[in-house]
């Protein structure tokens, strides 16, 4: 099954925009990507990483094209939508901002113990410090235990280095990955969502029939063949290490972050025990 009743392949089916040639000549040929190359392209170039690691990836097989993580993250929330979601503190704000309304009963992970009724998400690397969360580990050996569903957000893969990331944990539901930290397209929405079953959503529905942002799957694809998931890090921890040196920081991780353990800049608190300090606009480009 995928988008029910649908009759555009009927001669009168369906409702699409007229396809006036004068029109189309003028149309970019980044209209002319699929979605499932696109996908194929970003599992083969994240596998490329030469500083990360990466294992489990397979055991996901069900891909499709998403409008960053945004997209995805909605996704999990209607999939989930009985469930009380959780995150860490200093976790990606705009899940807070999701929940504030629809699921006003979601609750810190640091502020109650899970229940089987839960349903979780989680940045790797972690959006607060760059670096894995460290009660990763044990939280996803507890929900895997009580068949809590997760979603792991890598949108800081390609900004990172060290990292492994480990999916061979049952609880995993959803992976999600995007290209607006790795490269300068946030506006035109480039990401990827992974799944282990088809559950035939919206998302995968529309991966399925082609209804996707091409344009950003082809900028995506563009930049993916040019440049490789460890080409950021590579060209800019040297910038970051010097910067962290002078403003007495961590370096993250994440090429992105200097982290501060001192509380010397409490303006840039998250939420968490450290303060994340953004450098990127401080590199000497």
Known sequence: MTAPNDKRSLPFGGSFAIMDPQILNSLPDLLQVDSETFCKKYLEWIASTTINSISGLEKYPYAAYSNGTTEAFDKFYMKNHTRRFRCFRGEYVYHQIAWR????????????????????????????????????????????????????????????????????????TDITFSLSKAFPLAYARVGMRLTKV????????????????????????????????????????????????????????????????????????????????????????
């Open 101 to 172: 309304t629809s699921w006003p009963n979601w609750k810190f992970l640091e502020d109650d113990i899970l229940d089987k009724n839960d349903a979780v998400v989680i940045s790797l690397p972690f959006s607060d410090t760059g670096d894995e969360h460290p009660a990763m580990k044990q939280l996803l050996s507890e929900c895997s235990i009580l068949d809590i569903p997760v979603l792991v957000d890598c949108v800081y893969f390609g900004v990172c280095s060290d990292i492994h990331f480990d999916f061979n944990h049952d609880c995993i």
């Open 198 to 285: 088809d559950n035939d959503d919206a998302m995968l529905m529309l991966h399925k029939i082609e209804y996707t942002n091409r344009i950003g799957a082809a900028l995506g694809i563009q930049l993916m063949e040019k440049y490789s998931p460890d080409y950021i890090v590579n060209k800019y921890k040297k910038h970051q290490e010097d910067l962290c040196n002078t403003l007495n920081l961590h370096p993250s991780k994440t090429v992105l972050f200097g982290i501060d353990l001192n509380n010397t800049y409490p303006e840039y608190n998250r939420g968490g025990p450290t303060n994340r300090l953004g450098l990127y606009k401080h590199f000497n480009v």
